[in-house]
């Protein structure tokens, strides 16, 4: 590729809105422009990234035996009423009317239409095991689409499902699924680890996440560096903080101010050390107390006070439920006490609610009218330590679930997620199939994501100085930059440059030629911006005595090259 031919626009500032390196250094280099929020192009050399990521994943799926199909953006509505999920995707799930005011949603993930798929594709035990993958658009209505491709609302994944006989084949495609990823990861070149990890809105029993380190990212790790325990903090914090606080029987608040006061009560604690292991906090009201005690509850996902009072917690939808008056006066016989004034709570049914431990008599809410959650566990008896021992450990320095390391934290990106779903969408969609004595049997399934787009904001995040980005060699969108300098002046300059540019072309190398005649400092500026790892800088003077100069990014020496030795020593130091 020839500068002059390509299209080059690097920027000087950063968008204001830009908080992280990655998003600021992705717009400054000309690789997205935002069309809308958390909706980007992705420009030449940004897609050129992307490509590289997909180009990786994609082998690697192969290798591991899954095949490519891809289905698409668009989803009917009957899909998700089927699986139930219409009802429980929170406000991410974007849903469209056509003009026949037929319900479609934009998939943000494709459990619905690959289980579709199965139940009229797979009838033998004699066709599994079977693992289909797209990459594909997603759109998620994100609530805070920030950090650039970091969490973008349409964005780039992979997305992979098995199908099983059995829960135990259903585990040894979960076990390849999880080594591909551990390949991927580390031939794009990044830092990441593998953690347990919660299941969210996509269900499932088990499931693991593959998070790139940087201190940037929006999740916390729990590890032990001396076994092989790893968790998301998710999984980690919530029940053990809840556990903690219900065995000292003190709440995190106590207020009876009413209303908005409760708010900025809340407010207030959000300050506290603790939220920074704690997304996200819900006011609860126990009625069973004549003076209301207020309760500060912990939940899973990332929202604020604001979305709970509009009802728009996302992470409501998994054994968390968002309830509108009438239906908790159905379901609880009465008023949420709190919805009175302060002192005349009236009582409340027990409610048991068999997807989290221990239900107890009080529903919560953002102290407005329809905005009340039901079967919220609150754990304040959560006695049982077993079920919370191995994720008791989440200060740093504890020690580790096997009772030798001290637990330490880090910062991750969640760039993949593993589930293990068992039939949780064969049995909703009925896709089964003959077993070999002929009787008809659920398929047991799994799922496997990837951010492709948000892959190349965290290589980013790991891999930048103050100069700009320093891609890992696999996701660079050139792999060198011939730079001469003075290209218009001298004749020697260019017939080099052009030789070497042709040289490393037949080497099949992607090679970018600047021959744009720039001054050489803009030039070089510009380029560690790109972040391109190798730069070959031609100028008169080396050339005067056959040399040529090699610039790897990544290293602050230069190196000499003999003219007839250049072709070889670039070819090496990229092999
Ligand atoms: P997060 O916790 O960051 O919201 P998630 O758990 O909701 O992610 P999954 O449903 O597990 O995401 O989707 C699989 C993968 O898709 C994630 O591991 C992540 O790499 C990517 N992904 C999810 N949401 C976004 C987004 N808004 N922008 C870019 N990539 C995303
Ligand atoms: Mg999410
Ligand atoms: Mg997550
Ligand atoms: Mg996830």
Redesign the pocket.
């Known amino acids: 590729m020839r500068a002059s031919k390509y299209h080059l626009n690097t920027l000087k500032e950063a968008p204001s809105e830009a908080e992280v390196a990655s998003h600021r250094l992705m717009t400054r280099a000309g690789m997205i422009r935002r069309l809308a929020g ?1 909706i980007y192009t992705y420009m030449p050399l940004g897609l050129k990234v992307l490509r590289r990521i997909e180009k990786i994943v994609r082998e690697e799926m192969n290798a591991a035996g899954a095949i490519e199909l891809l289905m698409p953006v668009v989803q009917p509505a009957e899909l998700w009423v089927e699986s139930g999920r219409w009802e429980q995707y929170g406000p ?1 799930l974007l849903r469209i009317k056509d003009r026949h005011q037929r319900d479609f949603v934009l998939q ?2 494709s459990e619905e239409v690959i289980t579709d798929i199965a139940r009229n594709e797979i009838h033998s035990w004699r066709q599994l095991p079977l693992n289909f993958y797209h990459i594909q658009t ?1 759109f ?1 209505d ?1 609530r805070r ?1 920030r950090f650039g ?5 349409e ?3 992979k ?1 992979a499902y098995s199908f099983d006989r059995s829960a135990e084949a259903a585990q040894a495609s979960y076990d390849a699924m999880y080594a591909a990823y551990q390949r991927i990861f580390s031939r794009l070149g990044l830092e990441f680890r593998a953690v347990a ?2 299941t ?3 269900g499932g029993s088990r ?1 693991h ?2 998070q790139v380190i940087a201190d940037t990212g ?2 916390v790790i729990v590890y032990d560096p001396d076994s092989d325990y790893a968790a998301n903090i ?1 999984l980690a914090a919530a029940p053990c903080l809840i556990a903690e606080r219900a065995a000292a029987a003190e709440p995190l608040i106590k207020t009876s101010t009413p209303g908005a006061a409760k708010c900025e009560a809340v407010a207030d604690l959000l300050s506290l050390p603790l939220a920074h292991t704690v997304k996200s906090l819900v006011l609860a009201t126990d009625h069973a107390d004549k003076a209301p005690t207020i309760w500060l509850l912990l939940l899973r996902g ?1 929202h604020d006070l604001n979305e709970i009072k509009a009802g728009k917690v996302p992470g409501l939808d998994q054994g968390f439920r968002f309830a509108s008056e009438s239906e908790i006066v159905e379901h609880f016989g009465c008023l949420p006490g709190y919805l009175g004034p302060i002192g005349t709570t009236r009582p409340v049914k027990v409610v048991v609610d068999t997807t989290v431990a221990n239900m107890h008599d009080f529903v919560c809410g953002a102290n407005e009218v329809d905005f009340h959650y039901t079967g919220v566990n609150w754990g304040r008896d959560l006695p049982e330590p077993e079920l919370v021992t191995d994720l008791r450990n989440v200060v740093e320095g504890d020690v580790s679930p096997s009772g030798n390391g001290s637990l330490l934290m880090q910062r991750g ?5 593993v ?1 293990f779903l068992g039939d949780k969408y064969s049995s909703a969609l009925k896709a089964t199939y003959l077993d070999e004595n002929g009787k008809p049997a659920a398929l047991q399934m799994g799922c496997y ?7 190349a ?2 290589a980013i995040e790991q891999n930048h100085d103050e100069r700009g980005i320093v891609w890992p060699r696999a996701l660079a969108p050139f792999e060198v930059v011939i730079c001469p300098v003075g290209w218009n002046k001298s004749e020697a300059v260019r017939a080099e440059a052009e030789r070497l540019y042709e040289g490393l072309k037949a080497e099949g190398i992607d090679v970018i030629l600047d021959d744009r005649d720039q001054r050489p400092g803009v030039m070089f500026a510009e380029w560690e911006l790109i972040g391109v790892p190798l730069r070959v800088t031609v100028g008169e003077r080396s050339l005067k005595e056959n040399m040529i100069e090699l610039q790897a990014r990544k290293q602050a020496e230069s190196q000499q090259v003999q003219t007839s030795d250049a072709l070889d020593v670039i070819v090496a130091r990229l092999t």
């Open positions: 958390g991410e943000p993930t997603k998620r994100e689409p491709l970091m969490r973008g609302r964005f780039t994944m997305d990890a919660d969210g809105s996509i499931s996440e593959f929006e999740d998710e990332d990106i969640e760039v993949g997620h589930f994501g990837i951010g492709i787009s948000r892959i904001a965290a």
